[in-house]
């Protein structure tokens, strides 16, 4: 079993439009996960951590659900340079490796 | 500006041949990773550095090499042992050796087969 999961997609969604990422993570014992956005052919960005609480990052809504072990990216009104890869990252029970879905890619259209 | 630094961006291997990718940050961060993308595949871990002259193999280790004799600087080898090296070779480091901080990369340098 892979230690993140992640839809891979691709999303195609109009401008304005709401979008949702999901990705399930294996260990129980994961205690840092974090979005990353990644452009093609570019390294990955953070985009944002991901908190116990959930957080918020303007456009940007992170949620955690350690029962269910799924952390979830909301996208409020899609822009044409959401367009990218989103990453999905959890680090291992010792904290000092990190595991990275294979991405789930987003077209946002005019 | 601070940042992570990677070198070449492009780089070929001849057949036989090691080539190293070299990888500068000037953040302090006290941890470095070397990560390998394949398309359509997730980053995969090569190996990783929490202090200096102290390494551990990731996930994929076989046929590199790394060496971390200064804090600021994580040189990878791609040996000739690698039979299958191409891919998008990524760089990272972050503050701290664990807890929450995260990651953050250089960008990248491309090896190929020649």
């Known amino acids: 079993r892979k230690e993140v999961e992640q839809d891979p997609g691709p999303f195609n969604v109009p401008e304005g439009a709401t979008v949702a990422f999901n990705c399930t993570y294996s260990n129980s014992a994961s205690q840092s996960f974090f979005w990353y956005r990644q452009d093609c052919r570019k390294e990955p960005k953070l985009l944002m951590s991901v908190y116990s609480s959930g957080n918020e990052d303007g456009r940007f809504t992170a949620q955690l659900n350690r029962a269910s072990q799924y952390i979830s990216l909301l996208i409020r009104d899609s822009k044409l340079s959401d367009s990218a890869t989103y990453l999905c990252?959890?680090?291992?029970?010792?904290?000092?490796?990190?595991?990275f879905g294979t991405g789930t890619s987003l077209t946002v259209i005019p | 500006d601070g940042g992570i630094t990677q070198s070449p961006k492009y780089l070929f291997r001849k057949e036989g041949q090691n080539v190293t990718l070299s990888c500068e940050q000037n953040l302090n961060h006290d941890a470095m990773y070397w990560y390998r993308q394949d398309p359509g595949q997730g980053l995969r871990l090569i190996y990783y550095?929490?202090?200096?002259?102290?390494?551990q193999k990731g996930d994929i280790a076989e046929g590199y090499s790394v060496s971390r004799e200064k804090k600021e600087s994580f040189p990878l080898t791609v040996t000739s042992a690698q039979k299958n090296p191409t891919a998008f070779y990524l760089c990272?480091?972050?503050?701290?050796?664990?807890?929450?901080?995260?990651?953050?990369f250089g960008d990248g340098t491309r090896l190929s087969i020649l």
């Open positions: 990272a480091s972050r503050t701290g050796v664990r807890g929450n901080q995260p990651q953050h």
């Open positions: 990252v959890v680090n291992s029970n010792t904290g000092n490796q990190f595991y």
């Open positions: 550095s929490q202090i200096v002259n102290d390494f």
